[in-house]
């Protein structure tokens, strides 16, 4: 089991059950800063809460999921059916500009609308006062909270939540000043079920490939992305970074994706859909096929040309097994993949399974790569020389360019 799905019982001042918050914990101790951590996880609790099902969850009650404000850019938010649903905003994993900003409080705006409950976190209210107005309550931490805040909060008539009310003497503190309350000590979480990644992760590479296949050029790809703000965001945020240094930064999708190509932008949409669920999982090991991944995509390019793409998803899927636990031929036909990609697992001496082999040598060897100068003295490049017919400085420097760009993608 990869995560543990639970419910928190949210209670009024009078100790009646006024909703159900909805969350989910990774089963392991994780790697991933902090903030990006939450963001990914509450992509996941979103879909997760999804195909669970608002009403067994709420039971009649409303549910209340935890976001930061950016993930509201992410189109699976609407798979909630808002009338059912809470919304408890928190800061921004990353840098908020103005232009995501607008198009959070849009969406924020379009909830409520539908009837969805809005509650901002004070920590986010201090940087954006001006989202109070979209506010059904402001939420606080029992165990940073300020009276003299809360009391600013009830003088304007909005209603006050106090979450993590983890014993008698936060109880006592609170209660007389909160409409609502919540933590262990007044309601401690109900585990609703322990779930593997791997099937979710099924759905959205389906849902993402038949998707992919009614675009035919960059400009469709576009048009595809611009439907998902979230994500076009990050595919900006990508190609604005230091690994492809551009002198002018490119600030349009449709640009982007003429400048990425069609192959390109394919692979990196499969790359996004994967990262949420392998970077909560093992970011170690998804670091691991990122780098991979690169590397055979460039070595292709010598040896295997018209299938640089194939080779690129072959290195990305490479540990998929020993990420979320299923056997990778088996997760690659369930999602339909080409079967050049499949070969590479199920024959070991085709082309695509030896350059796997080179790449995975490439990946192991980071370490000795980095430390080196020059080509000289690191003899498997030699091998993987006379296998691709690229001189040795070649292929270093491409080893050095996937270890940049795994880091950047992982980050995202």
């Known amino acids: 089991m ?6 928190r019982a949210i209670l009024d001042r009078e100790g009646n059950l006024f909703a159900y918050e909805f969350y989910v914990e990774p089963l392991y101790e994780s790697e991933l800063p902090k903030e990006i951590l939450e963001n990914k996880l509450a992509i996941i609790s979103i879909r997760t809460l999804a195909e669970y099902g608002l009403d067994r969850v709420g039971e009649g009650k409303k549910v209340f999921i935890t976001l930061p404000i950016d993930t509201l850019l992410v ?4 798979l909630l059916n808002p009338r059912l649903t809470g919304f408890k905003l928190y800061p921004a994993t990353v840098g908020l500009g103005k232009v995501v900003y607008t198009h959070a409080v849009e969406s924020i705006e ?3 609308s539908e009837e969805a409950t809005i509650a901002v976190h004070y920590s986010l209210l201090k940087q954006h006062l001006d989202i109070i107005k979209l506010a059904d309550m402001i939420e606080f931490d029992a165990k940073t909270a300020e009276i003299k805040d809360i009391s600013q909060i009830e003088n304007i008539g909005k209603k006050v939540f106090v979450s993590g009310v983890d014993s008698k003497e936060l109880y006592d503190r609170f209660i007389a000043f909160a409409d609502y309350i919540e933590g262990d000590y007044v309601s401690p979480p109900e585990e609703l079920k322990q779930i593997k990644l791997a099937p979710f992760l099924k759905s959205t590479l389906l849902r993402l490939l038949v998707l992919m296949n009614t675009a035919q050029t960059p400009k469709e790809f576009a048009k595809v992305i611009e439907t998902d703000v979230g994500l076009s965001a990050k595919f900006l945020r990508f190609i604005n970074s230091a ?5 002018k930064k490119i600030s349009s999708i449709e640009q982007a994706a003429v400048y990425f190509g069609l192959k390109n932008i394919k692979n ?13 999982k093992d970011p170690e090991l998804w670091r691991k096929a990122l780098v991979r991944a690169k590397v055979m995509e460039e070595l292709a390019k010598s040896i295997m040309p018209d299938h640089t793409s194939e080779a690129y998803l072959v290195g990305l899927f490479s540990l998929i097994d020993r990420i979320l636990d299923v056997n990778i031929p088996e997760f ?6 080409d079967d050049l990609i499949i070969s590479a697992f199920l024959d070991k001496g085709s082309k695509m399974a030896k350059l796997l082999s080179m790449a995975s040598v490439i990946e192991e060897m980071e370490q000795e790569i ?3 100068k020059t080509a000289e003295g690191l003899k498997f490049l030699k091998s993987v020389s006379e296998h691709t017919g690229l001189k040795p400085e070649e292929i270093l420097d491409i080893a050095n360019r996937s270890y940049i760009m795994a880091d950047t993608v992982i980050h995202l």
């Open 2 to 7: 990869d995560l543990s799905v639970y419910r």
């Open 75 to 78: 189109k699976a938010f609407e």
């Open 110 to 112: 379009r909830l409520r």
């Open 243 to 247: 690994f492809f240094a551009l002198r």
């Open 268 to 280: 990196f949409i499969i790359v996004l859909a994967i990262n949420d669920y392998a970077t909560v």
């Open 332 to 337: 690659l036909m369930e999602v339909n993949v």
């Open 370 to 372: 980095k430390k080196a």
